[in-house]
């Protein structure tokens, strides 16, 4: 499952603006992939935009802080990036961190193959709170589905058919 959130903002967790439609969207995510724009061009605190929105996350009820982060520092092509890079990694010198200018897809490679490994490893959240009953679900897998029959060459012109359905 994945989920974009472009709007989170400060007060998100309490309903302000459309914080709960877009935090319910992360409730089934495992891993969250942070894209953080290091350039800042707009003149927007790549850490305290960081900041805001991992209180938002610590502070909706369903665990969001708990998911391993992966931190995309993105648009490192633009002056001023590695200036908010180091910032950054003074500040959160904890935080997986991988350089980004996904414009070009330069340094998108390192962060999917870190997605899909920690996908592999990170078991699902559930989505309820603790003070919630947990209410009976429906689990859906893919099973594939088996040939009706197998077609077998017995050489010489000769075909053979066999499968249950055809039994």
């Given amino acids: ?19 709960h439609q877009f935090l319910r969207h992360i409730e089934r995510c495992r891993v969250i992939l942070h894209v953080v724009d290091m350039g800042s061009h707009d003149g927007r605190d790549p850490l305290e935009d960081y900041r805001i929105i991992n209180e938002e996350l610590a502070n909706y009820e369903y665990r969001l802080t708990e998911r391993p982060q992966i931190v995309v520092a993105n648009k490192m092509d633009i002056e001023g ?5 180091k910032r950054f990694k003074d500040a959160y010198p904890d935080a997986d961190v991988y350089e980004t200018t996904a414009i070009i897809a330069e340094g998108l490679d390192p962060v999917l193959y870190k997605a899909a490994d920690l996908l592999e490893v990170t078991p699902q ?9 947990l209410s009976e679900g429906v689990l859906y897998k893919f099973e594939e589905e088996k040939p009706a029959f197998h077609v077998h060459n017995m050489g010489n012109g000769m075909w053979k058919l066999t499968g249950e359905e055809l039994e």
């Fill in 1 to 19: 499952v994945m989920a974009d959130l472009p709007g989170l903002i400060k007060g998100a967790s309490e309903g302000k603006g459309l914080g």
């Fill in 81 to 85: 990036a590695e200036e908010n890079l």
């Fill in 125 to 133: 959240f559930p989505i309820y709170s603790e003070d919630e009953e």
